[in-house]
């Protein structure tokens, strides 16, 4: 019969944390938020760098962009529920569908952004504004 030794103990704990981290490094590389600098301001965007914006009627971790206005402002999806890293989260949208948020703020596109780098979106109807890190 095999009995654990302390050596061994101490192997399959240095394993657990090895793996642990792998998985958080894992899901830091999922994150679909990138910076980059337009116009000499520092905002986010998505990956393939169009400007990502957020709308002030949004609660915290709540989404109040559905329908016709997801449409026009369609949300940053996330791939898996109550994934966390740093800033950013993922909250379930009404439709059920997964969206980013950063510090508690859904992420979008705007549909007029037609090329990375453009920023059509910020300050429409006064209450769309480019997504910035603070």
């Known amino acids: 019969m095999f009995k654990p030794t302390g050596i061994f103990l101490g192997l399959a704990m240095v394993a657990t944390v090895s793996l642990s981290a792998g998985v958080n490094a894992a899901a830091h590389k999922t994150i679909a938020v990138k ?16 400007t990502l914006y957020t709308f002030d009627k949004d609660a915290s971790g709540v989404s109040n962009c559905n329908g016709g206005c997801a449409k026009k402002w369609p949300p940053l999806k996330a791939k898996t529920k109550g994934m966390m890293a740093g800033d950013y989260s993922v909250i379930e949208r009404q439709n059920g569908g997964l969206q980013w948020a950063y ?12 090329k990375a780098g453009q920023t059509s979106g910020d300050g429409v109807k006064g209450v769309w504004h480019v997504a910035r890190p603070y």
């Open 35 to 50: 910076k980059a600098v337009v116009s000499g301001k520092v905002l986010f965007t998505n990956p393939k760098g169009y």
């Open 103 to 114: 510090r508690g703020k859904p992420l979008y596109t705007w549909f007029k952004d037609t």
